[in-house]
């Protein structure tokens, strides 16, 4: 019981400190282009990171398994953060952060395609009304219309959801902050190319801009992360803890609305509330379905 309390408070605060990276990207997008703050951002995490690496004396990755890092430090990382930055320039927090909110939806539509799980019928009925709420988000005076900002988005939604995929050949040699640390790496020696263009925009961003880059890496994406993962390796069950996740999406529309702040509209509100209760009955039935896939390999088991 004592775990489990700690395990729901941790994810509780990691949800809380998770969700105020929308609106800190946008606040460091102020002074930044988006490649050179992408690679600031994850510089910072790398620091972060480092300095738990060398206090845990973390495993140093088996050379078979670089490629692997490289993949996800590209998808997960740099990829997902040079999308998601270009496309917030154009679109507003709250739009941005119920399109992110998708990712969970593609991470298990793409298991399904490449790992063959199985999906719930009634997963694919979720997954319908999620396209009846972006439909409202983007419907336009009769009209219906993605902005390219959006369509960046939701590529980056799909880095995310790529990562969670390829990080799961490595979840079975790896502690996750392991593949975090290596990830990063990774994607810092593909952005380094940036280093020129980000160290003479330091130069000129104002404190506002920086400080909000330094909180994103550091704490947005190092601390929110590590409790997190504490909180699932605490959890007597995962699915309670996954299901802050669905909070997320709010809470980085109120960061938007208190830090940016920005206007919000009520097709935003009524097109989101659709996404999100689709995000959540898809988790109702995956989660059902996942039960009953270990019931039934407990059973055969038992017939051995």
């Not at 997954?127 to 409202?136: N, S």
């Not at 020129?196 to 880059?213: D, F, G, M, N, T």
């Amino acid at each position: 019981m004592k775990n489990k309390n700690v395990a729901l408070i941790l994810a509780m605060v990691a949800t809380l400190i998770g969700a105020s990276a929308n609106a800190l990207s946008k606040i460091g997008l102020e002074g930044f282009s988006p490649l050179p703050m992408a690679l600031l951002r994850h510089f910072f995490t790398a620091l972060f990171f480092f300095t738990l690496a060398f206090f845990s004396k973390m495993r140093l990755p088996k050379l078979k398994d670089v490629p692997w890092f490289f993949l996800t430090g590209f998808s997960g990382f740099a990829m997902f953060s040079i999308l998601f930055n270009i496309g917030l320039e154009t679109t507003d927090v709250s739009t941005a952060s119920i399109i992110i909110g998708t990712f969970p939806i593609m991470t298990v539509i793409l298991a399904a395609i490449v790992f063959k799980d199985k999906i719930a019928l009634g997963s694919y009925v979720a997954v319908g009304i999620q396209f009846i709420g972006i439909i409202v988000l983007f419907a336009n005076k009769g009209s219906f219309s993605i902005s390219v900002g959006a369509l960046l988005l939701f590529l980056s939604a799909l880095m995310l959801a790529v990562y969670n995929v390829t990080q799961k050949h490595l979840l079975k040699k790896y502690q996750p902050i392991e593949i975090i640390t290596y990830s990063i790496i990774a994607c810092l020696l593909l952005m380094s190319m940036y280093i020129p263009k980000a160290i003479s925009e330091i130069r000129l961003a104002s404190a506002r801009a920086l400080w909000a880059v330094i909180i994103l890496g550091v704490v947005s994406s190092g601390v929110s992360t590590i409790l997190w993962s504490t909180a699932v390796s605490k959890a007597t069950s995962v699915t309670t803890i996954t299901n802050f996740a669905f909070l997320t999406p709010f809470l980085a529309i109120l960061y938007g609305l208190i830090l940016v702040p920005e206007p919000l509209a009520l097709k935003t509100i009524i097109g989101g509330i659709v996404i999100i209760g689709g995000s959540v009955l898809f988790q109702y039935f995956n989660n059902r379905q996942a039960t009953k896939v270990a019931t039934e390999e407990s059973d055969a088991q038992k017939t051995l």
